[in-house]
């Protein structure tokens, strides 16, 4: 990938009734690849990451919606504890990995140490970082594990009146900590992590970049984008039909209950 200039990056608006539609349709489209994906027994990750207050959550509140939880785990990713800070890297990921029909979302990743381990802790081995994380992706990849990677990119004043909004709004006051606090100042030094992880990080699994300003417009593109890829091994979604003989004979088994239920 050719570098890429974040600061310039135009973010899209989109309506909101447009919005709607697109997002129920691509709710279901999602469901019913989750389905193929349980019943062909194949694995899948989803890497996201962005910003404090990209909307990476509310896109993952919209995109799993539908799914059948049980198929579906959700990492959020945070520091290593003590015990895995005197592991490899890479060693608690390994643990977090999909079996057999399952869906493994990680809420921030692997990446941690080209983003914040970097940014925020001077840590500065990025190319050694880069290509065992490349090694690590390869692996996934050969083993027919499905990987889709999505950055959620916000400017700073976007993501300033998010912070404040969420600071001031009772119902939003918990997703504000210190982290966020801490790693506001360095904005400008993210933009250029992510620069770096978007021309570095792209092989053998792509970025999929989303302008995040406008929040419909990126919750959608994100849809939109997990589920291209998910198309390109799992086929088109076949929405589930109702078996006729099955729903005929649930309705006699129901129906007859409630008949004895009036008795």
Known sequence: MTQIDLSSLQHPVLEKKLYRQRRDQLQLDLMALQLQLYRSRRRAILVVEGPDAAGKGGFL???LRYMDPRGVRVHAIGPPDAIEAGQDCLQRFWRRLPTSGQLCVFDRSWYGRILVEHVEHGYN???????????FERMLVDDQ?????????????????RLLTRLESPEKHWKITDADLNSFPFHHQYCQAYEYMLKQCSQPVPWQLVA???KYH???AGMEALSEQWRQHLGEPAHP?????FVARARRVLERRREDSAD
Do not use: G, P
């Not at 081995?125 to 090694?135: N, S, V, W, Y």
């Not at 594990?145 to 009146?161: C, G, H, S």
């Not at 039909?241 to 003989?245: F, S």
């Open 241 to 245: 039909q109702a078996n006729a003989a």
């Open 125 to 135: 081995e990025r190319e050694r970082a880069c290509r065992e994380i490349a090694e």
């Open 218 to 220: 990126a919750r959608v």
């Open 61 to 63: 509140r919209r995109a």
């Open 212 to 214: 995040a300003n406008d």
């Open 145 to 161: 594990i499905m990987v889709v990677k999505v950055l959620f990119y916000i400017d700073k004043e976007t993501q300033r009146n």
